[in-house]
């Protein structure tokens, strides 16, 4: 039972490195996490910015104005219809 936790422990510190505790890794994964973080931030800003020019497109509206015959005369409480 000792010898066995013995190895087990002998294998555990072989694999873990003292200099780069997380392995070897870490190390690789760095550059891919940087632009990752670079690419997130800027579809960030591109999402941002993307809503304030939606914002301005709505579906509804408001129209004003006078109705006038062919004299030119304003015609009073006429209603537009739009379809």
Not at 41 to 60: D, F
């Amino acid at each position: 039972m000792i010898d066995d936790e013995r190895s087990t422990s002998r294998l555990l510190q072989a694999g873990s490195s003292t200099r780069n505790p997380g392995g070897p890794d870490v190390s690789r994964r760095a550059p891919r996490l940087r632009l990752l973080s670079k690419l997130l931030s800027a579809l960030m800003v591109i999402l941002a910015l993307s809503s304030i020019t939606v914002r301005g497109q709505e579906l509804a509206g408001t129209l004003t104005g006078n109705i006038t015959d062919a004299s030119g005369a304003i015609i009073p409480n006429a209603t537009v219809t739009f379809s």
